[in-house]
C-alpha cells in the first residue's frame, strides 16, 4: 500500500511538503503558528493565482512568459481607471488582460507561432504599454474600499486566500470534471491524436491563453490593491516564480501531465521554504541558491523517474 | 501546387527581393528624417551598444542550434562582473581570465545536467540562474564593485582605429562562432544534434558531450560580456544582468534561428541583433521613451517569427 501511495506523483510531493513543514517547525517553532499559516498562505495565493493560469497553459503544450507584464498592466490600469467607478475599473484591467491572452492565444493557437516567441514579443509589448500608461511612475491608490480586494476580510480569512481558493476549486473542475480539460489533456498528450479525434485544437489552446492572462489579470488587480498602487514594475519575475511552481508540482513543460492541485502543492513549498528561511534568518542569497537547487533536484529525480519506467517498456531507450 | 494557388505572388525569390526594396526604401527614410543617425559617431556608438547583446547572443545561437536554452546568462553576467572588477584589484588578466572559465564550468554544470539528466532546458537554467545569482551575492555580500585599476577599463573604454574595444571583442566572437558552427566537425555535428538528438545519438556522435559543450559555449560568452561590461562602466553590481537573456533570445530568434534546433547561423543573429540594436538607436534619436522602444521590440519579435513561418510555408 505504501508503495502505490508512493507510486502516486501528488502524495510523493505532499510527503515532501510534510517534511518541510515538520521540519522547519521543529527549527523554529514560531512557523507553525496560525498567524504565520495565514501569512504564508496570504503572500503565496496572488503567484499562486497567476500559476493555477499558467498550469492550464503548460498541460496543453504551451508556455506563458507574458504573465508577469500582464499582471503589471492590469495594476496600472485597475488604478488609472478608478474615477470611472471601482467596478468599471476591475472590468477595465480583466479586459485588457483577456486581450492580451487573445492576441496570444490567436498568435499561438491559430498562426501556430512557437509560445516562447510569441509570449516573449507580447511580454515586451505589454510591458511597454504599462510604462506608457503609468507615465513610468508607480500610481498611488486612493485607499479606502480600493483596499478591500486585498485587505478585506470575509468570516476571519483575508480575501486573496479566499480568491486563491476559490481559484483553485474552479481549475480543479474545468481540468478534471469537463469536455475543456479533458481536450486540454488530449492536446498536450498528443497534438496530431487529438486533432483526429476531432478536438477543435485551435480553439482550445486559444482559451487556455485566453484563461491564463485574466487569471493572471486579476492577481495584478489583488496586488495593486495589496500595495495601495498601480505600479508598472511589478510581475518582473513572475513568470520564472511561477513555471518554478508548475514544475516543482510535477507538471510536464512537454505537456499532457499534472494538474491543479500538483502545481498548489509546488506554490506550497515554495511558499512553506521562502517564509521559513525568512523565519531562520537565512540571507536572500542562501535562500535563492535553496530553491534553485531544489527546482533541479526536484526536476531530475522526475526525470530520472520517467526514464527508469520508460527503460521497463522499451528497452532501446539510448 | 496547391500552396502555390493561395500564395499566387508571393514566390520564394520575390520574397526576397521585396525584402531588399524594404531594407533600402527604409534606408532613405532614416537617411530623410534622422540625418544624425548616419554620423560616424552614431554609427560607432551603436556598434558599442549593441556589443554586449551582440556577445551573448553568439553564444545563445550555439546553444539553440544544438536544441538547447539557456536562461542563465544574464546571472553569468553578473556573477562574472563583480567576479573579474574583484580580481583585477590584484592583477588585470587574472581579472578577465578567471570569470571565463567559471562561465565555462557555470554552462558546463547546465550542459551536464540537461543531457546526462534529460531535465528541461528551461528548468535547469532557470534554477542555476538562482543559483549564479545567489553565488554573486555571497561573493560581494549584496554590495556594488567599483574598479580600482586603470589597466582594467582597457577592454571596455579604448579604442583600435577609431573601433571601441568591445566591438572588437564582439565581431572576434561572432566570426570565432561562425567558423566553429560552419566550417568544423564540431560545428557540423551540432546541428545534427539539434535536428535530431536520437538520430545523433545513434550515427554515433557524441551527442551529449556535444551538448554540454554548446551549454560551456554560451556561459562563457556571457562570462566574456560581464567582462567588457564590467570594464566599460568600471562598476559591476551583482543582481544585474536582468533582461539580458530575453534580449539575447529576441536577437537569435529575429534573426530566424529555429527554437526547435538544427537551423541557424552567427550571420542571422547579428542581423537579429543589429535590427534591435539601430530600433532602439532610432527611437532614442527620434525622441521617444523607452516604453515606446519595448512596445516596437515586443511587436518586431512577433512580426519576425510570424514573417518567418509565412516563409517557410512557401514552395521553395
Redesign the interface.
Known sequence: MIRRFLAEGNSRRLLLLAVLVFGISTLEIRFIQPANLRNVLLQMSMDGIVACGLTVVILCGG?DLSVGAVTALSGVLFVIGLPLGIGFAGLLALLAGAGVGLLNGV?IGK????S???T??????????A??LSR?HPIPGPGGDFEMLGGGFFLYIPLPILFFGLVILAGHTLLQHSQFGRDLYAIGGNREAARLADIAVESRECWAYVLCAVLAAFSGMILASRLNTGSPIVG?DTP?QA??AV?LGGTS??GGQGGILSTVIGMAMIGVLSNGLNLLNV???????I???V??VV??LD??RR?STQRTAHTTQ? | MQVRRRFPWWHARELKFLASVTAILAVLLIYWTTPTFFTSGNVINLLRQVAINGIIASGMTIVMIGGGFDLSVGAILALSGVLSIQLAKTNVWFGMLCPLALGAGAGLMNGILVSRYAINPLIVTLGSRYLVYASANLFTAGFIQYNENPAFLVLGRNSLAGVPAPVIVFLSVALISQLMLNHTTIGAALFAVGSNERAAFFSGLPSRNLLALSYAATGTCAALAGVVLASRLGVAAPDAGEGYELDAIAAVVIGGTSIRGGAGSIRQTLAGVLLLGVLSNLLVLAGQSYEVQRIATGLIIVLAVAFDLYRRRLPQ
Open positions: 508556455l498568435l498562426i501556430k507561432l512557437n516562447l516567441i510569441v516573449l514579443g507580447t511580454m515586451a509589448a505589454v510591458q511597454g504599454a510604462f506608457w513610468g518582473r520564472l513555471i518554478a514544475v513543460l512537454s540571507s536572500p542569497a542562501y535562500q535563492w541558491a530553491k534553485g537547487s527546482l533541479i526536476a531530475g526525470s530520472a526514464h539510448p
